[in-house]
């Protein structure tokens, strides 16, 4: 069973930066995507950022480019989301998402349909 945890989570003031983890386990095959999304209560999940772990390929939400930065890190099972200049409407609960296949479609790069599997989610607040 893959489990994903994330972990980076906490309180900036606007500005600030964050770097938010992702760390999964019980996988077989370490090419997959890999996305960050976040919700505010009474809102759907937002797609932030993905990462093809096997082509290398990156996308992003309008509302974070140039701000954010999705990375896999030095250990294979391990992506970063580096989170620049951040604003109170980044306030949100964000959740690391993997895809169980490596095949997918990246047009829906960013979509909560696109995911098989999803980690408990690490709260970020900016105030101002």
């Known amino acids: 069973q893959v489990q994903l945890v994330e972990s980076g989570g906490g309180s900036v003031q606007a500005g600030g930066s964050l770097r938010l983890s992702c760390a999964a386990s019980g996988y077989t095959d370490s090419r997959t995507l890999v996305g960050w999304f976040r919700q505010v209560p009474g809102k759907e999940r937002e797609g932030v950022a993905a990462?093809?772990?096997?082509?290398?390929?990156?996308y992003y939400a309008d509302s974070v480019k140039g701000r954010f930065t999705i990375a896999q890190g030095n250990a294979e099972n391990t992506v970063y989301l580096q989170m620049n200049s951040l604003k109170p409407e980044d306030t949100a609960a964000y959740y690391c998402?993997?895809?169980?296949?490596?095949?997918?479609?990246?047009?829906?790069?960013?979509?909560?349909?696109?995911?098989?599997?999803w980690g408990q989610g690490t709260q970020v607040t900016v105030s101002s």
């Open positions: 998402a993997r895809r169980s296949r490596v095949y997918y479609v990246p047009a829906r790069a960013l979509e909560e349909k696109t995911f098989d599997y």
């Open positions: 990462l093809a772990t096997g082509s290398g390929s990156i």
